[in-house]
């Protein structure tokens, strides 16, 4: 069974199937959207179960040739770290399609069309295991996410997604420039020209090669982060989409970013990443000084959350940029943490704001007197997204700041700082809203609901459970964050007692060109 | 440290579990619960947990001493192929005594909440809170590594997050437990930084591992030794409200009364000698550290008390004489006096139990009234809570047979064995104690002795019922007898207990002369302490006026808390505040941006001009046509 190719296409047959569904067929497009993303998260629920958590190459690989001879191929898999992104996509995305079948805005075939259209996108993208395929994905995701900003966003959409777009592909150019110029590059070095993420392993680049190269994966990946500076397009879109998209970019396709960053940008170009190695600590260092201040002083609730977004990702991409395994793995979990964390963080966000009416922080108050169950979860989210020990989130960043610590006590100090403003503005937020004397909106109006207790219930149950027992997820990752960070271990020429994994040599001994080699003409090197 | 040692460790996840079950089971019951039910739930399960503790007690008591310690792994939390952190308790000697006082006060202090909370309208989440606090307290001293330790430090702060924010609409409450909460965060952060710096040099984060290892790994007296001896005092600090980290505890008085009194006597305050304690491998070898833990103790012990002399609330004197307090322990515990350290922990928790929860009763009995000024002569309206108050300050005082007495005394006469330092300090602890002895007859006189204010109350202060005043008079009683566990020359029987804990005691032991010369120091200024509080305020309003309007300067200062508040406020939050909201603005007006606004004018110039171009005339287009395949043309040619 083609597990991975299932899951990726069953919610795109979904999107489909919207086409099928007559305007104003309200009912039907809840039940395609509701069916597809309930099934698309099932399958992954089994290919969990089947994982086998020791291994560390990837698993279930689907292989299909489509132009072999020019490398292209729909080559899908998972490994260690995909699957949890994969997993976490899944998740979300049902429960955002849950929650926007209870209550479907207007246009609601488009909407639910796009949302599954979106997890499709995310879901290949995580899964991708050639280069042009991650690329297309790359570029598929963004196209709904346009629409569903631009058609059902916020009074200021239009220059929002323009700038969303901008942004994105400027990035995403110069990632193509840099996708055939892996290839072009690695065929003159193994004769094999190829896509292949597993096959473009270990090809030893001159340094200057590798420079250009992740250069040129790292600034896109960087952007959609997004790491400070390039946060530009960031406010925009999170303040103008509505507020479930708001959600979906902030839980899942912030992950795409730092996905790239340690599944491609890491082990292919191991040189090019040592070299930027403090480059983007720094970034990630200032992002977390910068959106940890920033967030303590925004007036809005939503855009508290989103800057806190910022400085959350930044501790991700330091934890994947000290190139340790425990900081590693702690990277991989803190993307699942962030995505459950903040996607309880922004739904609670779109609840006070969707019944108060009120956006701004001051403007509310005391709704803890009519709400006691909305202001219990509101607590236990605001403690995790502050990374309380105790809490998932902690878990990450201590394995994080752990590993980083290892090798750069300044950038793990400095880090620190963000957790102690992490409490002021998360208190902010939420002493604010809850506490005090009661302003804006009475409390019993906001209170949960139903629809609001079967979104949030599940995301704090995650949370427990990774608080508890995170082994259940770090445990599956060893292998694979070995394998990954092992190839800039050796760059960063790091003690043999640290690297545990080997890098086969690439081409090896034997390798001859092959027969079937395209034109000879393409020798051009568009990165040098 | 074997795990077969003691066989009934596995108890320990009993005590843990059972009032974390109560908050649960009390937080989810649906509707609005009985206040009967509540009150079982509440107090029954911390009452359970002490009886499963004195149980643990007992079956160490009956094992030899290398016996009483052993720990219990439910399963493995983390392996990262490098570091494994297991979810484990360490059940020995130190972590019983801990666990006696935090569910055996802790109880009789919820138990009292029932009558004093009964005119709440939030009954249930009070009980839900106090019993989440007894279990974030149990983590703390329960854990066997560094990690559960910040684990069960965090839960303490955000539980006494949510008690010091109970009344959460009143604004200053909010205030006062965002404080305490961000404080106590800058707290968990030294603390996780030692952690991080104790992986880097040991790899393990278990206890027991890293005391063995720590001689080696760390060295002794070096500079990493240091660190991490520092880093964790950071977070001793914030959570024992030790100078410069001390600024919240005051304000956490915006908690109900009981809260302050399991917050001051049973459980928080106390993890920082707690933590200082259980560390001392590595504090014996980072000796400079040791002594500005000292230092430290010793500083707050004397500036807290100078402030708590002339406080107007009555339980804001008790906040700063806990601060003041915890610094005797603090100072011990920098010296190497461990045990003695301990000892005052358990004697300061049964009198600042009883100080406390008899304040309670007067605050009760005049209707949420706290200032002194508008007390007096209560001693004959409420005698329990009067004769509580006389123990806690005797025995805080130091007067013997109180407890204090015993435990003060062995702080101050073995610090005068550590050395220069520790002679320089036990002075310094002499005059606190002078001072205390001063600010705790001071509250006695000004609210128990003297006239009535105004000339009578409106209403007579009603008296407490049993609820109440069974609490208070168990723990006067022990505050007046507790200290017989060690007698100066006659027994060291707590020492002795605690010693399998502290495997680095460096056997600092009072001689006799020694003792005898702080005995008599310390009974003399213990007396001038209490004659001078006599001789201001045991007579009437006027005199109490005149005299204690010398010195005016002075006293605004302490008033004002030595202005520590001021200070951060100036030197910390507003700078942050200014360059959050610098940041803000910057990003509105697109600071940073200006490439991409570059490209979105260009792009929209480039539109405009290509736009005018498409005008829907034929021939234009045709024209573009044939210029372009000219140019493609000519292109051609002239590569060729």
Same mark, same amino acid.
């Given at each position: 069974?083609?597990?991975?190719?299932?899951?990726?296409?069953?919610?795109?047959?979904?999107?489909?199937?919207?086409?099928?569904?007559?305007?104003?067929?309200?009912?039907?497009?809840?039940?395609?959207?509701?069916?597809?993303?309930?099934?698309?998260?099932?399958?992954?629920?089994?290919?969990?179960?089947?994982?086998?958590?020791?291994?560390?190459?990837?698993?279930?690989?689907?292989?299909?040739?489509?132009?072999?001879?020019?490398?292209?191929?729909?080559?899908?898999?998972?490994?260690?770290?995909?699957?949890?992104?994969?997993?976490?996509?899944?998740?979300?995305?049902?429960?955002?399609?849950?929650?926007?079948?209870?209550?479907?805005?207007?246009?609601?075939?488009?909407?639910?069309?796009?949302?599954?259209?979106?997890?499709?996108?995310?879901?290949?993208?995580?899964?991708?295991?050639?280069?042009?395929?991650?690329?297309?994905?790359?570029?598929?995701?963004?196209?709904?996410?346009?629409?569903?900003?631009?058609?059902?966003?916020?009074?200021?959409?239009?220059?929002?997604?323009?700038?969303?777009?901008?942004?994105?592909?400027?990035?995403?150019?110069?990632?193509?420039?840099?996708?055939?110029?892996?290839?072009?590059?690695?065929?003159?070095?193994?004769?094999?020209?190829?896509?292949?993420?597993?096959?473009?392993?270990?090809?030893?680049?001159?340094?200057?090669?590798?420079?250009?190269?992740?250069?040129?994966?790292?600034?896109?990946?960087?952007?959609?982060?997004?790491?400070?500076?390039?946060?530009?397009?960031?406010?925009?879109?999170?303040?103008?989409?509505?507020?479930?998209?708001?959600?979906?970019?902030?839980?899942?396709?912030?992950?795409?970013?730092?996905?790239?960053?340690?599944?491609?940008?890491?082990?292919?170009?191991?040189?090019?990443?040592?070299?930027?190695?403090?480059?983007?600590?720094?970034?990630?260092?200032?992002?977390?000084?910068?959106?940890?201040?920033?967030?303590?002083?925004?007036?809005?609730?939503?855009?508290?959350?989103?800057?806190?977004?910022?400085?959350?990702?930044?501790?991700?991409?330091?934890?994947?940029?000290?190139?340790?395994?425990?900081?590693?793995?702690?990277?991989?979990?803190?993307?699942?943490?962030?995505?459950?964390?903040?996607?309880?963080?922004?739904?609670?966000?779109?609840?006070?704001?969707?019944?108060? =009416?009120?956006?701004?922080?001051?403007?509310?108050? =005391?709704?803890?007197?009519?709400?006691?169950?909305?202001?219990?979860?509101?607590?236990?989210?605001?403690?995790?997204?502050?990374?309380?020990?105790?809490?998932?989130?902690?878990?990450?960043?201590?394995?994080?700041?752990?590993?980083?610590?290892?090798?750069?006590?300044?950038?793990?100090?400095?880090?620190?700082?963000?957790?102690?403003?992490?409490?002021?503005?998360?208190?902010?937020?939420?002493?604010?809203?809850?506490?005090?004397?009661?302003?804006?909106?009475?409390?019993?109006?906001?209170?949960?609901?139903?629809?609001?207790?079967?979104?949030?219930?599940?995301?704090?149950?995650?949370?427990?459970?990774?608080?508890?027992?995170?082994?259940?997820?770090?445990?599956?990752?060893?292998?694979?964050?070995?394998?990954?960070?092992?190839?800039?271990?050796?760059?960063?020429?790091?003690?043999?007692?640290?690297?545990?994994? =080997?890098?086969?040599?690439?081409?090896?001994?034997?390798?001859?060109?092959?027969?079937?080699?395209?034109?000879?003409?393409?020798?051009?090197?568009?990165?040098? | 440290?074997?795990? %077969?040692?003691?066989?009934?460790?596995?108890?320990?996840?009993?005590?843990?579990?059972?009032?974390?079950?109560?908050?649960?089971?009390?937080?989810?019951?649906?509707?609005?619960?009985?206040?009967?039910?509540?009150?079982?739930?509440?107090?029954?399960?911390?009452?359970?947990?002490?009886?499963?503790?004195?149980?643990?007690?007992?079956?160490?008591?009956? +094992?030899?001493?290398?016996?009483?310690?052993?720990?219990?792994?439910?399963?493995?939390?983390?392996?990262?192929?490098?570091?494994?952190?297991?979810?484990?308790?360490?059940?020995?000697?130190?972590?019983?005594?801990?666990?006696?006082?935090?569910? !055996?006060?802790?109880? #009789?202090?919820?138990?009292?909440?029932?009558?004093?909370?009964?005119?709440?309208?939030?009954? &249930?989440?009070?009980? %839900?809170?106090?019993? *989440?606090?007894?279990?974030?307290?149990?983590?703390?001293?329960?854990?066997?590594?560094?990690?559960?330790?910040?684990?069960?430090?965090?839960?303490?702060?955000?539980?006494?997050?949510?008690?010091?924010?109970?009344?959460?609409?009143?604004?200053?409450?909010?205030?006062?437990?965002?404080?305490?909460?961000?404080?106590?965060?800058?707290?968990?952060?030294?603390?996780?930084?030692?952690?991080?710096?104790?992986?880097?040099?040991?790899?393990?984060?278990?206890?027991?591992?890293? *005391?063995?290892?720590?001689?080696?790994? #760390?060295?002794?007296?070096?500079?990493?030794?240091?660190?991490?001896?520092?880093?964790?005092?950071?977070?001793?600090?914030?959570?024992?409200?030790?100078?410069?980290?001390?600024?919240?505890?005051?304000?956490?008085?915006?908690?109900?009364?009981?809260?302050?009194?399991?917050?001051?006597?049973?459980?928080?305050?106390?993890?920082?000698?707690?933590?200082?304690?259980?560390? +001392?491998?590595?504090?014996?070898?980072?000796?400079?550290?040791?002594?500005?833990?000292?230092?430290?103790?010793?500083?707050?012990?004397?500036?807290?008390?100078?402030?708590?002399?002339?406080?107007?609330?009555?339980?804001?004197?008790?906040?700063?004489?806990?601060?003041?307090?915890?610094?005797?322990?603090?100072?011990?515990?920098?010296?190497?006096?461990?045990?003695?350290?301990?000892?005052?922990?358990?004697?300061?928790?049964?009198?600042?139990?009883?100080?406390?929860?008899?304040?309670?009763?007067?605050?009760?009995?005049?209707?949420?009234?706290?200032?002194?000024?508008?007390?007096?002569?209560?001693?004959?309206?409420?005698?329990?809570?009067?004769?509580?108050?006389?123990?806690?300050?005797?025995?805080?005082?130091?007067?013997?047979?109180?407890?204090?007495?015993?435990?003060?005394?062995?702080?101050?006469?073995?610090?005068?064995?550590?050395?220069?330092?520790?002679?320089?300090?036990?002075?310094?602890?002499?005059?606190?104690? !002078?001072?205390?002895?001063?600010?705790?007859?001071?509250?006695?006189?000004?609210?128990?002795?003297?006239?009535?204010?105004?000339?009578?109350?409106?209403?007579?202060?009603?008296?407490?019922?049993?609820?109440?005043?069974?609490?208070?008079?168990?723990?006067?009683?022990?505050?007046?007898?507790?200290?017989?566990?060690?007698?100066?020359?006659?027994?060291?029987?707590?020492?002795?207990?605690?010693?399998?804990?502290?495997?680095?005691?460096?056997?600092?032991?009072?001689?006799?002369?020694?003792?005898?010369?702080?005995?008599?120091?310390?009974?003399?200024?213990?007396?001038?302490?209490?004659?001078?509080?006599?001789?201001?305020?045991?007579?009437?309003?006027?005199?109490?006026?005149?005299?204690?309007?010398?010195?005016?300067?002075? &006293?605004?200062?302490?008033?004002?808390?030595?202005?520590?508040?001021?200070?951060?406020?100036?030197?910390?939050?507003?700078? !942050?505040?200014?360059?959050?909201?610098?940041?803000?603005?910057?990003?509105?007006?697109?600071?940073?941006?200006?490439?991409?606004?570059?490209?979105?004018?260009?792009?929209?110039? !480039?539109?405009?001009?290509?736009?005018?171009?498409?005008?829907?005339?034929?021939?234009?287009?045709?024209?573009?046509?044939?210029?372009?395949?000219?140019?493609?043309?000519?292109? #051609?040619?002239?590569?060729?």
């Amino acid at each position: 069974m083609p597990w991975v190719t299932a899951i990726i296409l069953l919610p795109l047959a979904g999107a489909l199937s919207m086409l099928a569904v007559p305007p104003g067929g309200v009912v039907q497009a809840r039940v395609h959207a509701f069916l597809t993303a309930g099934g698309t998260l099932a399958l992954t629920a089994i290919l969990v179960g089947l994982f086998d958590r020791d291994a560390a190459g990837p698993q279930y690989e689907d292989r299909h040739g489509w132009a072999t001879q020019v490398g292209l191929e729909w080559t899908v898999n998972v490994d260690g770290v995909s699957i949890w992104l994969v997993a976490l996509t899944s998740a979300i995305f049902f429960l955002a399609i849950t929650y926007a079948c209870f209550r479907t805005p207007e246009r609601a075939r488009g909407f639910l069309g796009l949302l599954l259209l979106a997890e499709a996108g995310l879901l290949g993208l995580f899964a991708a295991g050639n280069l042009v395929l991650f690329y297309v994905f790359w570029e598929a995701m963004l196209v709904p996410f346009y629409f569903l900003i631009g058609m059902w966003g916020g009074s200021d959409r239009v220059r929002a997604t323009t700038r969303f777009v901008i942004y994105t592909m400027a990035g995403s150019l110069l990632m193509l420039v840099a996708i055939l110029g892996t290839a072009f590059v690695g065929r003159e070095i193994t004769g094999q020209f190829t896509f292949d993420m597993e096959a473009l392993r270990g090809i030893d680049f001159t340094r200057n090669e590798s420079i250009w190269l992740f250069a040129g994966f790292a600034i896109a990946f960087i952007i959609k982060l997004p790491l400070w500076p390039f946060h530009g397009w960031m406010p925009g879109a999170y303040r103008n989409a509505p507020i479930l998209v708001t959600v979906l970019l902030a839980a899942v396709m912030s992950k795409a970013g730092v996905y790239g960053l340690i599944k491609i940008g890491v082990p292919l170009f191991p040189e090019g990443a040592e070299y930027f190695q403090y480059h983007i600590i720094v970034m990630a260092l200032a992002g977390i000084a910068y959106g940890s201040v920033v967030a303590w002083r925004q007036p809005t609730l939503r855009m508290l959350v989103a800057y806190s977004s910022l400085a959350h990702l930044g501790f991700v991409a330091l934890g994947i940029m000290a190139f340790d395994n425990e900081a590693g793995q702690g990277a991989v979990l803190q993307m699942v943490n962030h995505g459950v964390v903040v996607a309880a963080a922004f739904t609670i966000v779109g609840i006070i704001t969707a019944r108060s =009416g009120r956006e701004d922080i001051d403007d509310l108050g =005391g709704l803890a007197n009519g709400a006691p169950w909305l202001a219990g979860v509101f607590l236990i989210v605001a403690m995790a997204s502050l990374a309380m020990p105790g809490t998932n989130a902690f878990v990450g960043e201590f394995f994080i700041l752990t590993g980083v610590f290892r090798h750069h006590w300044w950038a793990a100090a400095l880090a620190c700082i963000g957790i102690a403003y992490a409490a002021v503005y998360m208190l902010r937020l939420y002493q604010s809203s809850m506490n005090g004397p009661r302003k804006g909106a009475d409390g019993a109006r906001v209170e949960m609901r139903l629809r609001d207790t079967v979104v949030l219930l599940p995301l704090i149950a995650a949370m427990g459970l990774i608080a508890l027992w995170p082994a259940a997820i770090v445990g599956a990752t060893t292998g694979t964050v070995e394998r990954l960070m092992a190839p800039a271990q050796i760059a960063a020429g790091r003690p043999a007692d640290q690297i545990r994994a =080997g890098v086969a040599a690439n081409p090896p001994e034997a390798a001859l060109p092959l027969p079937g080699d395209p034109v000879e003409a393409q020798q051009e090197v568009p990165a040098q | 440290m074997s795990d %077969v040692a003691l066989s009934g460790a596995y108890l320990g996840w009993f005590v843990l579990a059972l009032p974390l079950l109560g908050a649960i089971v009390l937080a989810l019951i649906p509707g609005e619960p009985s206040r009967a039910l509540t009150r079982v739930i509440g107090v029954g399960s911390v009452a359970a947990a002490f009886v499963l503790v004195v149980s643990l007690f007992a079956q160490q008591l009956s +094992n030899d001493a290398e016996r009483r310690a052993g720990t219990s792994t439910l399963w493995t939390w983390v392996d990262l192929g490098s570091l494994q952190v297991d979810l484990k308790i360490l059940v020995d000697p130190l972590s019983v005594l801990m666990m006696l006082v935090i569910t !055996g006060v802790g109880s #009789l202090i919820i138990l009292y909440s029932t009558e004093y909370m009964s005119h709440d309208r939030d009954y &249930r989440r009070f009980f %839900v809170e106090m019993d *989440f606090f007894i279990f974030a307290m149990l983590v703390l001293v329960l854990a066997a590594n560094f990690l559960f330790l910040i684990v069960g430090w965090a839960l303490v702060g955000l539980a006494s997050y949510l008690l010091i924010g109970y009344y959460h609409d009143r604004p200053s409450a909010v205030a006062a437990a965002k404080k305490a909460f961000v404080i106590n965060v800058l707290g968990d952060i030294g603390l996780v930084l030692a952690a991080f710096l104790l992986v880097r040099q040991l790899g393990t984060l278990d206890f027991a591992e890293v *005391f063995a290892k720590a001689p080696q790994g #760390l060295g002794d007296g070096t500079f990493i030794a240091e660190m991490v001896a520092l880093l964790l005092f950071v977070g001793a600090a914030a959570k024992s409200a030790q100078i410069p980290l001390h600024t919240w505890l005051p304000d956490a008085m915006e908690g109900p009364t009981p809260v302050s009194a399991l917050i001051h006597a049973a459980t928080m305050v106390t993890a920082g000698v707690y933590l200082i304690v259980r560390c +001392n491998v590595l504090y014996e070898l980072a000796p400079h550290m040791s002594d500005a833990v000292a230092v430290v103790g010793a500083v707050t012990l004397f500036v807290a008390a100078t402030i708590a002399t002339v406080q107007d609330d009555i339980k804001r004197v008790l906040a700063w004489s806990t601060v003041s307090q915890i610094g005797y322990m603090v100072m011990a515990a920098g010296l190497g006096l461990y045990s003695s350290g301990m000892f005052h922990f358990l004697t300061h928790a049964f009198f600042k139990a009883a100080l406390f929860l008899a304040a309670g009763i007067v605050i009760h009995a005049l209707h949420d009234e706290q200032s002194l000024d508008r007390m007096g002569g209560l001693k004959n309206h409420l005698k329990v809570a009067y004769f509580a108050t006389a123990a806690g300050c005797l025995a805080i005082a130091g007067i013997p047979p109180f407890s204090g007495f015993f435990s003060k005394d062995e702080i101050l006469a073995g610090a005068i064995e550590a050395g220069t330092l520790g002679k320089v300090l036990a002075g310094v602890g002499l005059v606190g104690a !002078g001072l205390t002895a001063f600010y705790m007859f001071r509250l006695l006189f000004r609210a128990f002795h003297g006239p009535e204010p105004d000339g009578g109350y409106h209403e007579t202060p009603h008296a407490s019922g049993s609820a109440m005043a069974a609490p208070v008079v168990i723990l006067a009683a022990l505050a007046t007898v507790g200290g017989f566990i060690q007698i100066p020359f006659v027994s060291h029987n707590l020492r002795d207990w605690l010693e399998p804990a502290i495997t680095a005691d460096p056997g600092i032991e009072a001689g006799h002369g020694q003792e005898t010369l702080i005995i008599v120091l310390s009974l003399a200024v213990a007396a001038i302490g209490i004659a001078a509080a006599w001789w201001l305020f045991g007579s009437g309003p006027e005199r109490r006026l005149a005299r204690a309007q010398k010195l005016p300067r002075l &006293r605004a200062f302490l008033l004002d808390q030595w202005r520590f508040d001021e200070v951060y406020e100036a030197a910390v939050v507003q700078p !942050g505040r200014d360059l959050g909201d610098a940041g803000v603005r910057a990003g509105e007006r697109g600071v940073g941006q200006g490439p991409v606004i570059a490209a979105e004018a260009v792009t929209g110039a !480039g539109a405009r001009i290509l736009s005018r171009v498409e005008n829907g005339l034929v021939r234009t287009y045709a024209m573009a046509v044939i210029a372009g395949a000219a140019i493609v043309g000519a292109i #051609l040619i002239l590569a060729r």
